[in-house]
């Protein structure tokens, strides 16, 4: 997601410059004693080039079996090699989800990310029904929750028996255990992370371990919100390729000399919150178009002295009526941003880049670029612009098994396009801003 709470950060490396003053012989006999180890795993490797520091310290590579492009662990001190090596002996990591397969032990358990603080009242409210909705994590509600976790677990799901005496199988959520957190962190042990567990469950392999583990988890998470209104999701490694970058802030806050309408103002303030994720936050900012759209196709037909259902869009050749959404859009664009406005915003290197790669968000309009992968000189954006903000929101709305209108594939919520939509959130933050002020009034 652009940017989400602090325990869905991404995991795969946080850099600790601080690390424990040890002696160098003793990291490289752990890192030696890891090497021959890994000779009897064909998907295991240890990288090292002799040096120390967060940048050159060891890396065991679990490959195949790991996942998208395996999963590189950074060995911090001497002092993980029982850990390690106990991870490397019995289970297998399934990086996808930040998850391990316990073979022998009939488990698997992966790290799960969503609203910690609602977990836990949830869980709360399993002890006092009456728990308030925020449970201090140190007081002593909070720390019966932590003992909960760490120990019988929460939420626990039993199958019903097949036969008298067999062996059932079992969901719960637990706290993270230390092999996940070595593995996908968070490494501070104050940080909470939690975990399912999915115990009892026999598979054949790691391919078939991680289908299994999708599939019950989403089935279970989905029943455990339905029941008890907590938001947890696995977690999946979908590598982002666009910009992870906000809009600069100025943080200048002046005296109000100008009116504005309230409902896009509150939209406005709904597409800020860093509750919300990328897709909900885009949504919100094209509401605030969609609010001028009459306003917009108003002044357009006034423009071209005709009636609303005569007059044509703006910015696309005739025959294109604005009694089309998406061409009142290119309206509400035209009258809210000049083509120099445009030109200014895309002169960020790394909007642009996200913006004109057809990879980031596919099936939506692309910005052409020159040759040297810039914009255009003197070329006016403002309709592509148009159809990209509009293809985004189909791409979103039309929810529809199959896909939407001409096949184009839904833009999920937790998907890897949804973490990569920072550039068009705030392309889309952008042009509400700016419709904002086109449509405001003095204020007396």
């Given at each position: 997601?652009?940017?989400?709470?602090?325990?869905?950060?991404?995991?795969?490396?946080?850099?600790?410059?601080?690390?424990?003053?040890?002696?160098?012989?003793?990291?490289?006999?752990?890192?030696?004693?890891?090497?021959?180890?890994?000779?009897?795993?064909?998907?295991?490797?240890?990288?090292?080039?002799?040096?120390?520091?967060?940048?050159?310290?060891?890396?065991?590579?679990?490959?195949?079996?790991?996942?998208?492009?395996?999963?590189?662990?950074?060995?911090?001190?001497?002092?993980?090699?029982?850990?390690?090596?106990?991870?490397?002996?019995?289970?297998?990591?399934?990086?996808?989800?930040?998850?391990?397969?316990?073979?022998?032990?009939?488990?698997?358990?992966?790290?799960?990310?969503?609203?910690?603080?609602?977990?836990?009242?949830?869980?709360?409210?399993?002890?006092?029904?009456?728990?308030?909705?925020?449970?201090?994590?140190?007081?002593?509600?909070?720390?019966?929750?932590?003992?909960?976790?760490?120990?019988?677990?929460?939420?626990?799901?039993?199958?019903?028996?097949?036969?008298?005496?067999?062996?059932?199988?079992?969901?719960?959520?637990?706290?993270?255990?230390?092999?996940?957190?070595?593995?996908?962190?968070?490494?501070?042990?104050?940080?909470?992370?939690?975990?399912?567990?999915?115990?009892?469950?026999?598979?054949?392999?790691?391919?078939?371990?991680?289908?299994?583990?999708?599939?019950?988890?989403?089935?279970?998470?989905?029943?455990?919100?339905?029941?008890?209104?907590?938001?947890?999701?696995?977690?999946?490694?979908?590598?982002?390729?666009?910009?992870?970058r906000r809009p600069a802030d100025s943080?200048?806050?002046?005296?109000?000399?100008?009116?504005?309408?309230?409902?896009?103002?509150?939209?406005?303030?709904?597409?800020?919150?860093?509750?919300?994720?990328?897709?909900?936050?885009?949504?919100?900012?094209?509401?605030?178009?969609?609010?001028?759209?009459?306003?917009?196709?108003?002044?357009?037909?006034?423009?071209?002295?005709?009636?609303?259902?005569?007059?044509?869009?703006?910015?696309?050749?005739?025959?294109?009526?604005?009694?089309?959404?998406?061409?009142?859009?290119?309206?509400?664009?035209?009258?809210?941003?000049?083509?120099?406005?445009?030109?200014?915003?895309?002169?960020?290197?790394?909007?642009?880049?996200?913006?004109?790669?057809?990879?980031?968000?596919?099936?939506?309009?692309?910005?052409?670029?020159?040759?040297?992968?810039?914009?255009?000189?003197?070329?006016?954006?403002?309709?592509?612009?148009?159809?990209?903000?509009?293809?985004?929101?189909?791409?979103?709305?039309?929810?529809?098994?199959?896909?939407?209108?001409?096949?184009?594939?839904?833009?999920?919520?937790?998907?890897?396009?949804?973490?990569?939509?920072?550039?068009?959130?705030?392309?889309?933050?952008?042009?509400?801003?700016?419709?904002?002020?086109?449509?405001?009034?003095?204020?007396s």
């Open positions: 997601m652009e940017e989400g709470p602090w325990y869905d950060e991404d995991p795969w490396d946080d850099w600790d410059w601080e690390g424990p003053d040890e002696p160098q012989v003793t990291y490289k006999q752990a890192v030696e004693s890891l090497r021959a180890l890994s000779k009897d795993h064909a998907d295991i490797r240890v990288e090292w080039n002799g040096r120390r520091g967060p940048r050159s310290d060891a890396r065991i590579v679990f490959e195949e079996t790991a996942g998208n492009g395996g999963l590189r662990v950074r060995m911090r001190s001497g002092a993980q090699l029982e850990d390690l090596k106990r991870i490397i002996t019995s289970a297998t990591p399934l990086a996808d989800n930040l998850a391990l397969w316990y073979q022998s032990e009939r488990i698997i358990t992966a790290r799960l990310v969503g609203d910690y603080d609602q977990f836990r009242s949830a869980v709360a409210r399993k002890l006092v029904p009456h728990a308030s909705r925020r449970v201090d994590p140190n007081g002593p509600l909070g720390r019966d929750v932590a003992g909960i976790l760490a120990s019988v677990g929460a939420f626990c799901a039993t199958e019903k028996a097949g036969t008298p005496g067999s062996d059932p199988r079992t969901i719960r959520l637990i706290a993270a255990n230390p092999d996940l957190r070595l593995l996908y962190g968070p490494h501070a042990p104050e940080i909470p992370s939690v975990a399912i567990e999915l115990a009892r469950f026999s598979v054949p392999d790691a391919a078939q371990a991680a289908k299994l583990l999708q599939e019950f988890a989403t089935a279970y998470l989905y029943k455990l919100g339905k029941a008890t209104g907590v938001s947890l999701r696995l977690f999946r490694s979908e590598d982002r390729i666009g910009s992870r943080g200048d806050v002046r005296f109000p000399k100008r009116r504005y309408d309230q409902r896009p103002a509150e939209l406005y303030a709904a597409g800020n919150s860093a509750a919300r994720d990328p897709v909900e936050r885009y949504l919100k900012y094209f509401q605030v178009l969609e609010f001028y759209m009459p306003k917009a196709a108003n002044f357009v037909a006034a423009a071209q002295k005709i009636s609303v259902d005569q007059a044509t869009s703006p910015l696309r050749p005739p025959p294109n009526r604005l009694g089309a959404e998406k061409n009142k859009l290119d309206a509400v664009i035209s009258e809210a941003v000049s083509q120099a406005q445009v030109a200014s915003l895309l002169g960020d290197n790394d909007l642009f880049a996200a913006l004109s790669n057809p990879k980031v968000i596919q099936d939506v309009e692309v910005l052409g670029a020159d040759a040297s992968g810039h914009p255009v000189a003197s070329h006016d954006y403002r309709l592509e612009i148009s159809k990209r903000i509009y293809d985004v929101r189909t791409r979103i709305v039309h929810m529809k098994e199959g896909g939407g209108p001409g096949g184009k594939a839904l833009l999920a919520p937790y998907s890897r396009e949804a973490r990569d939509l920072a550039a068009d959130v705030r392309l889309v933050r952008f042009l509400a801003e700016h419709a904002m002020e086109r449509w405001s009034e003095p204020l």
